[in-house]
């Protein structure tokens, strides 16, 4: 029964949003309407208002959820990613207001317009600029139509080209971040990459009863900022795309786009205009893409970067021609210099000024830091007071950041409405049950967001449909996509929204500025090519995967936080180009292996020789340990073609049974109540039993289908998956112990010189407990040395037998044959191990270095702290890769 409160739900929605009503009250609007009658329903035709809902739903528990969202969007702290929104609104509204757009159309138009199809690629160039600057679609368009438009139909280009340009070109600023479209997916994918996990695991544990699933098969979410970063290379393949058709279209058809000459010189005086329009942009976008990037702010930080810059751009444009407009411009540019100078020559602790050094740094930075705040002042006072500019920027960024949050909200509402009358799982049960795999889900998910975005806004589809059909195309390992790979997928297919006809935004917004003599029919016309371009650009990522992962995890393998070469997720990038390596450098190798062995170490203690000895053969049998690898992988490279299909096969029938079960789940609660009902559920109870009982002959049909030898098949698969497995941890432990040792060596070594200046204490040590002073004196100089000794690496047995000492001390009656018999112990331990430290670090030093320096990249690179710089690019590209791991679970 709920399947019809599901269809009045989305016949609300389409309603409201066709008749013009507000999206922001739409969406809610819908969903409290359809829950409210299924509760009313359930009430009066079966005395239960859960009666019409999926599953334990009802309206006290949508109402539960609501609540929840509600509270998640607005006061969880951790959710910090939407805090980014307004700050970018009012960067973006702030740079339009103060004509930065149009400043840069018309140097860029003088730049190129003298080749044929120039001012259409000055239009895109200028359209990814204010991209990465404001992100403002309708002042983008607002702005190009009523500069270029004239421009480019006064010069002969044909009006289809002319305004698909410019409508296309308004759109880059939805996929090239700074990009509320992004961060807007970035929450929402936020959420479905713990439900996809939570499908993973089940599925994992449908193939692997015993046993959690392994950690590298987890799923991350996506930031703001990988989002940013994933989404930079795709919206250069799209400048690229636009640019490439203009000049093809200005070059088969001579007369669609011709050039337009320059009126004045190309001199000193254009080339000062050329750079005072095009710095202050490019500076804005490097600090703000840059900072992110580099892993030196947060999206949120950045957005506060951008909009401080904005407001001191539109200080100094809106008075343009006057005396001192530059001057607030400058004096930030002096105390960001300042700043930079100070942090990278000083370092700075103000609850640590010790010196006079620090004290001028300190002073410095405050002058510095007091000169960026006025600089930022001097210019908000500016636009405040010029043309009432700051007042409008901060009312329209705060009716668009409402806007967007109240849509979230109603957004949440919808998809718990949706959830609570079965329509996830219809979905979840129509995509699963599709031929074709992953690629055919994803094609009609795509399929289905681009027919939605002729009717739709991007942020109805983004908070609508991602819920709903991410966490099931994450969750699926055959594909094993990232959220940022998907998130910039739908992001580029959404981009499409503002093209299509008949509700594209960018074409309402261009008509209006538009004269009369473009007709519209030319405008439908001009976007159709780009809406195609945009198609192939959205092949063209889904095809290079690396073109948006590469950055992401680029960034995370430099960053301070970067994980260790030992993380489960960079083990088989890192062995895939190692074993690479060993193959090109193995005499290099084993040529340092055999010049280790060779060297004195006969001053060495007996353990530390054995030690020493077996991390050089664990280092010869890394090589033997990676034949074995490449074996194993061999064995599973051939086993897999015939396991393959007959895998997939099974686990379709058996997710469509799990399906069946759940349908069965729901049938016996109904048949529960029906009972309940006595003689007025009779007639309900006999249908209810009659389709539990044909869901049973349906399990039983879908259970024939998988064959009988399954089970011993899937035991001889899992037996050769798991001897590839196992080599390869051999392999790893191998090469463990083939370089701990050496870092412990070179550990021990370095700490000689700590050693030596204890001796002096150590040999004090019998003086002190052989003293008549008082037990509690003797112990507080145990205590002093001990605490000396820690800070000294491989001492531990040495300060053990200290503690013996001190511990004796506490007795009441002390022994002082025992409190001298672990002293002295201590010190001929102590002689023992400064002797061969100190003959180690004159003779073992150099020698011992050469040999680390030799494998630490290769046998000894999972022990490193991070990746070395020259591997992470290769681990990038590898980790960028979608790799399939459906045959594991």
């Not at 607005?74 to 700050?87: F, M, N, Q």
């Not at 600029?129 to 500069?147: C, Y």
């Not at 997916?185 to 089940?202: H, V, Y």
């Not at 010196?355 to 405040?384: H, K, M």
């Amino acid at each position: 029964m709920e399947i019809l409160f599901l269809i009045l739900l989305i016949l609300l929605m389409a309603f409201a949003l066709g008749s013009g009503y507000p999206v922001a009250f739409a969406l809610p609007g819908s969903a409290i309407l359809s829950i409210l009658i299924a509760g009313v329903a359930g009430y009066l035709f079966d005395g239960n208002v859960k009666a019409y809902f999926h599953g334990s739903s009802g309206p006290v528990e949508w109402l539960n959820s609501g609540v929840s969202n509600f509270r998640t969007v607005y006061w969880v702290a951790e959710r910090d990613t939407l805090i980014a929104i307004p700050l970018f609104v009012f960067m973006g509204i702030m740079l339009e207001r103060s004509k930065i757009a149009e400043d840069l159309l018309m140097t860029m138009a003088s730049l190129f317009g003298r080749i044929p199809g120039g001012l259409g690629v000055s239009v895109v160039f200028v359209g990814a600029l204010l991209a990465a600057t404001t992100g403002i679609l309708g002042a983008t368009v607002v702005a190009m139509g009523l500069i270029s438009l004239p421009v480019m139909l006064r010069n002969g280009y044909s009006p289809a080209l002319a305004t698909g340009t410019i409508s296309a070109s308004g759109t880059l600023g939805q996929i090239i971040p700074p990009s509320i479209v992004l961060i807007i997916l970035a929450d929402q994918l936020s959420n479905a990459t713990d439900q996809a996990l939570t499908l993973r695991q089940a599925e994992y544990k449908l193939g692997n009863v015993s046993g959690a699933m392994p950690s590298e098969y987890g799923l991350t979410s996506a930031s703001a900022g990988d989002m940013f970063l994933g989404a930079f290379f795709p919206g250069l393949v799209l400048v690229g795309l636009y640019a490439a058709f203009i000049l093809a279209i200005a070059f088969i058809r001579k007369g669609s786009a011709p050039p337009i000459p320059r009126e004045g010189k190309f001199d000193f005086a254009f080339a000062r205009q050329v750079v005072l329009v095009l710095v202050p942009p490019l500076t804005l976008i490097f600090a703000v893409l840059g900072s992110i990037l580099l892993g030196i702010a947060t999206v949120n930080q950045a957005g506060a970067i951008g909009a401080t810059g904005a407001m001191i751009m539109a200080g100094y444009r809106l008075t343009q021609g006057q005396r001192g407009t530059f001057y607030p411009a400058i004096l930030a540019v002096v105390s960001i210099g300042a700043i930079i100078f100070v942090l990278s020559t000083y370092t700075i602790n103000v609850k640590n000024m010790t010196t006079s050094e620090d004290d001028f740094a300190v002073a410095l930075a405050a002058i510095a830091v007091i000169g960026l705040l006025v600089s930022v002042i001097w210019s908000g006072w500016r636009v405040f007071k010029i043309d009432d500019t700051l007042r409008y920027v901060m009312l329209e960024t705060t009716k668009t950041t409402a806007l967007v949050f109240i849509i979230l909200i109603g957004a949440a509402m919808l998809t718990s409405a949706f959830r609570a009358f079965g329509g996830e799982d219809l979905v979840r049960e129509f995509l699963f049950d599709m031929p074709g795999g992953f690629l055919a889900k994803f094609a009609v998910v795509m399929g289905v967001i681009f027919f939605l975005g002729f009717f739709l806004d991007f942020i109805e589809i983004a908070v609508v449909v991602v819920p709903i059909v991410a966490p099931i195309l994450l969750a699926d390992p055959s594909a094993n996509i990232t959220a940022v790979w998907l998130g910039v997928m739908i992001g580029v297919n959404i981009q499409t929204s503002f093209l299509t006809p008949p509700f594209g935004f960018a074409l309402f917004y261009l008509r209006g500025v538009a004269p009369a003599s473009v007709k519209t029919i030319d405008m439908y016309k001009g976007v159709v090519p780009f809406i195609s371009l945009q198609l192939v650009g959205l092949v063209i990522v889904g095809l290079y995967p690396t073109l948006v992962n590469y950055l992401p995890n680029r960034i995370s393998l430099t960053g301070d936080t970067a994980p260790p070469p030992r993380n489960p997720r960079l083990q088989r990038c890192i062995e895939q180009r190692n074993f690479v390596i060993y193959d090109r450098d193995g005499k290099t190798i084993r040529a340092a292996i055999t010049r280790m062995e060779k060297v004195d170490v006969s001053y060495l203690p007996d353990e530390r020789k054995g030690e020493l000895k077996g991390a050089l053969q664990n280092a010869r049998r890394v090589f033997d340990r990676i034949t074995a690898v490449r074996k194993a992988e061999a064995a599973l490279a051939a086993a897999i073609p015939a396991y393959e299909p007959i895998h997939r096969d099974v686990r379709l029938q058996q997710r469509r049974m799990k399906g069946i079960d759940n349908k069965i789940e729901n049938l016996k609660s109904n048949l529960q109540r029906a009972t309940r009902d006595g003689a007025a559920g009779a007639a309900e109870k006999g249908e209810i039993e009659k389709a539990i009982a044909a869901l049973k002959v349906d399990r039983a049909e879908l259970a024939k289908k998988i064959p009988k030898n399954w089970r011993q098949t899937r035991r001889t698969f899992l037996a050769v998956a798991k001897r590839e497995r196992l080599s390869r941890l051999i392999y790893r432990r191998t090469a463990d112990n083939a370089y701990e040792p050496v870092l412990e060596f070179r550990k021990l070594m370095a700490s000689a010189a700590g050693m030596k200046q204890l001796k002096p204490e150590m040999d004090g040590l019998r003086g002190v407990v052989a003293s008549d002073k008082p037990a509690k004196a003797r112990m507080d100089t145990l205590i002093a040395v001990e605490r000396k000794l820690r800070k000294v690496a491989g001492t531990s047995a040495i300060q053990s037998r200290l503690s013996q000492a001190r511990r004796e001390l506490r007795r009441q009656k002390p022994r002082q044959e025992r409190i001298t018999k672990a002293v002295n112990e201590a010190l001929v331990m102590f002689d023992i191990e400064l002797k061969w430290r100190e003959a180690a670090r004159l003779r073992l030093t150099k020698p011992l270095t050469q040999y680390d320096d030799a494998i630490k990249h290769t046998i000894g690179l999972r022990l490193q702290v991070h990746l070395p710089a020259e591997q992470v690019g290769d681990v990038a590209t590898c980790l960028s890769h979608h790799r399939d791991i459906s045959l594991d679970f």
